[in-house]
């Protein structure tokens, strides 16, 4: 109940019906003469004759902005107001006492002994317990983590019915800060507090990063720093563009493949090391458009089609003589160009969509290196529509958002085999399946292809995507009979009539 917040800052005295009253914070106050209506969620100060919202009320008593006070209480309205049962003492004791743990802490993680208090940090006896709290100092839940959990295990996870996705180190935001640091998850912020940069994470992953959150940083300039893989880098692109509508200044900072900020601090390196790789890192740009190409290390790798299917060419560039064994009766007709739209009705599941930082529309792009290109194929309309949903960032349940096909293009599917003329090295026969981006491919003609090597949607067979295929000339096709081939053949001839 709002009471209980009240009386955070308060000893509140009933004066009526959902009314109490308070010492003013916006004038000195001997004696109460600001009154609150829980109930309608307003005050008036009968002495200095201010009045207004309960977020303006708390703002001022606490020294956060309103944005943030008004995001918290929403979010203990969605907890009924009903915090988890978690005294963090016990497990900080257990910590403390745990001699092995905190060495592997303080000198492999650099967590220091000063944040692992400050923060409440503790041990549960199987996971590093980290509580998660609002800016009016309660528990809102517990993220259990576990340094070196096993490959089928979560290194993270929360109090049942407490995960909703927020902001870690929200209670840091009551000053500006010159510039803040976003990091993957609270392992990596933990590191970063005891470094002394101000740092904040999401407690939802990288994939989710609300719409919402944007207002609540206070800050001018902010530093994304997810981990170096590819899911990091499509959450910093996310990230970015949400704080970009609050009009801040972002940078992405991209570490070495495999690396998370912990990995780059364990590796030597040191605060003043990142903070120059924050100087150097690019500006964030607005988005105009969706398009989820792989990326393109500018590398052909000319194979074998057997070759070509072992794993280190995985979301690589291959080039491929082969010979179209095959192919399906009609060609597919999918998106090339999609837009999605919405009117932004401000509804509960609306604050986590993408759409509210693009004006309410966006534009999906399908290019040749885009694999979701192979999930289109083989497949019905509402599953189109579930995957566009995904790609911009909207709420699967939504039935709002509009979608339009803008434009299309044909895929092919095709079953190839090795071209005999290339190289003998490609004897041993084998069956692939490759998907162009175009129309028009002959069967029993050899191609020299370019394209993706990537795993099939549903059968995860290794399949190729590709949009070049240019007819190779077979060997009797390309023989000709010139002098040279004439004296050649003379070996076979009659010696006695000279005839072949």
């Not at 009526?16 to 209506?37: Q, W």
């Not at 016990?90 to 400050?118: C, G, N, V, Y």
């Not at 990537?454 to 023989?479: G, M």
Request: aromatic share 8%; with cysteine.
């Amino acid at each position: 109940m709002l009471l209980q917040v009240l009386e955070k800052f308060w000893d509140p005295v009933n004066s009526g019906p959902d009314e109490y009253l308070v010492n003013c914070c916006f004038h000195e106050d001997s004696k109460p003469s600001l009154s609150v209506n829980v109930a309608k969620k307003l005050f008036k100060c009968h002495a200095c004759d201010e009045k207004g919202s309960i977020p303006k009320l708390l703002s001022k008593v606490s020294g956060y902005t309103e944005d943030i006070v008004r995001y918290e209480l929403n979010w203990l309205a969605t907890l009924k107001w009903k915090l988890p049962e978690f005294n963090p003492r016990p497990f900080q004791d257990k910590l403390m006492k745990h001699d092995e743990l905190l060495k592997h802490l303080t000198e492999e993680r650099h967590w220091s002994l000063e944040t692992i208090a400050e923060l409440s940090l503790g041990w549960d006896g199987t996971r590093i317990t980290i509580p998660v709290y609002n800016i009016f100092g309660d528990i809102v839940n517990v993220r259990k983590y576990k340094p070196k959990a096993e490959p089928d295990e979560y290194k993270v996870i929360n109090i049942k019915g407490y995960g909703k996705g927020r902001l870690y180190g929200l209670q840091f935001m009551r000053s500006r800060s010159s510039r803040v640091v976003v990091l993957e998850g609270e392992p990596d912020c933990i590191c970063a507090h005891s470094l002394g940069i101000s740092a904040i994470s999401g407690t939802s992953g990288s994939k989710h990063f609300n719409a919402d959150w944007g207002r609540l940083f206070r800050t001018d300039k902010v530093t994304v720093c997810y981990d170096g893989d590819e899911a990091g880098e499509i959450g910093a692109a996310r990230v970015a563009q949400v704080l970009l509508q609050s009009k801040i200044e972002v940078k992405v900072l991209t570490l070495e493949a495999g690396q998370d900020f912990t990995d780059f601090i364990t590796s030597g390196k040191t605060r003043g090391d990142f903070e120059q790789l924050e100087v150097l890192a690019p500006l964030a740009t607005i988005q105009t458009a969706i398009s989820n190409e792989s990326p393109d290390d500018g590398e052909i790798h000319d194979l074998s089609l057997s070759e070509s299917s072992q794993q280190e060419y995985y979301k690589k560039t291959v080039r491929l003589r082969v010979m179209i064994s095959g192919k399906t009766l009609s060609p597919y007709i999918v998106p090339k160009r999609v837009e999605v739209a919405c009117n932004l009705p401000d509804l509960a599941m609306c604050k986590g969509c993408d759409l509210n930082f693009h004006g309410g529309k966006q534009e999906i792009n399908f290019h040749d290196r885009c694999e979701e290109l192979l999930q289109l194929v083989e497949t019905d309309v509402s599953n189109h529509n579930k995957i566009f949903k995904e790609m911009a960032g909207i709420p699967s349940r939504c039935k709002i958002v509009k979608i339009t096909t803008l434009e299309a293009q044909n895929i092919e599917e095709a079953k190839v085999i090795p071209n005999l003329d290339f190289s003998s090295d490609d004897s041993q026969y084998v069956m692939r399946q490759i998907f162009f981006i175009g129309h028009g491919l002959v069967a029993n003609v050899a191609y020299e292809i370019v394209g993706l090597t990537l795993p099939h949607p549903r059968t995860q067979q290794v399949t190729y995507l590709t949009k070049s295929a240019v007819p190779l000339e077979d060997t009797i096709s390309a023989f000709k009979v010139d002098d040279e081939m004439i004296q050649r053949l003379r070996v076979f001839s009659n010696e006695d009539t000279g005839e072949a």
